[in-house]
């Protein structure tokens, strides 16, 4: 039979600082899309159980010392160790929700001074996201949730630092979530760009890659 292909999955990806919500919202859409019967994962970069993942795991709770370039690269090659596998998912029809992705990668290092270009050049070629949400809070209304945690960057010069680099990587195409709102305003909001997203990939079969 000729049937219809199931077409293939979105990778729809999280952004923000710190505190931003983009764990509660990925957890929230994952849940809604699992109950409405459609093929999805909830993934998270770092992804810290490889090994790979383990030394950044290491590094951000201050355990050792690498140089800012180091640190970078390892963060990228935890994205290229399970590119692999988010590329054949995708394939598949899975769609992908991830909690960061490629652009923390950049803002988070251009934030320490390295260029911005640099820091771009390892994830190249990576599969380019069917839908980036940002969730916009400034960091010092983040810092109002709570305090921020114990890890390296969560400090507030670090995450005005980063906001300002996010605004500087941000794309016309950006999904841009008020993230001072209630998670049920947010997440109303979120399933609507996500489902969107999703629909469009049907029709929009080839994936192509970063930047
Ligand atoms: N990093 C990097 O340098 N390079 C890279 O390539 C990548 C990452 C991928 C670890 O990230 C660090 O790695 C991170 C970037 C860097 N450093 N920092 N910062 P992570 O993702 O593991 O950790 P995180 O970003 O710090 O996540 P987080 O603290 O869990 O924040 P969140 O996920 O955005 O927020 P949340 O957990 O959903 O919510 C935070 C709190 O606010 C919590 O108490 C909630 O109950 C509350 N909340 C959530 N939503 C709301 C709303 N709408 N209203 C009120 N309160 C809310």
Redesign the pocket.
Same mark, same amino acid.
């Given at each position: 039979a000729t049937g219809s292909s199931p077409g293939r999955g979105a990778l729809i990806v999280f952004e =923000?600082?710190?505190?931003? =919500?983009?764990?509660?919202?990925t957890q929230k859409l994952f849940d809604c899309l699992v109950a409405m019967g459609r093929k999805v994962e909830l993934w998270?970069?770092?992804e810290r159980t490889t090994g790979v993942g383990k030394m950044?795991d290491e590094y951000?709770k201050s355990g050792n010392n690498l140089p800012d370039e180091a640190?970078?690269l390892l963060? &990228?090659a935890?994205?290229w160790e399970t590119a692999p596998l988010l590329k054949s998912k995708l394939a598949a029809g899975v769609t992908i929700i991830t909690?960061?992705? /490629?652009y &923390? +990668?950049v803002a988070? &290092?251009a934030a320490k001074g390295l260029d911005l270009n640099w820091c771009k050049s390892p994830d190249i070629g990576l599969p380019l996201p069917d839908c980036v949400v940002f969730?916009d809070l400034h960091p010092e209304k983040a810092a109002k949730? +709570?305090g921020f +945690?114990e @890890?390296?960057? @969560?400090n507030i010069d670090?995450?005005l630092k980063?906001y300002h680099q996010f605004q500087k990587l941000r794309q016309s195409d950006w999904k841009v979530v008020d /993230? &001072?709102?209630?998670?049920d305003d947010?997440h109303e909001e979120i399933k609507t760009l996500a489902l969107e997203a999703m629909d469009h990939c049907t029709s929009k079969p080839q994936q192509r890659s970063l930047w």
């Open positions: =923000g600082c710190d505190r931003s =919500g983009k764990t509660t919202q998270r970069f770092p950044i951000l640190i970078h963060f &990228s935890n994205r909690d960061r992705y /490629a &923390s +990668g988070f &290092s969730c949730r +709570g +945690g @890890e390296r960057y @969560e670090m995450q980063v /993230a &001072s709102q209630s998670v947010m």
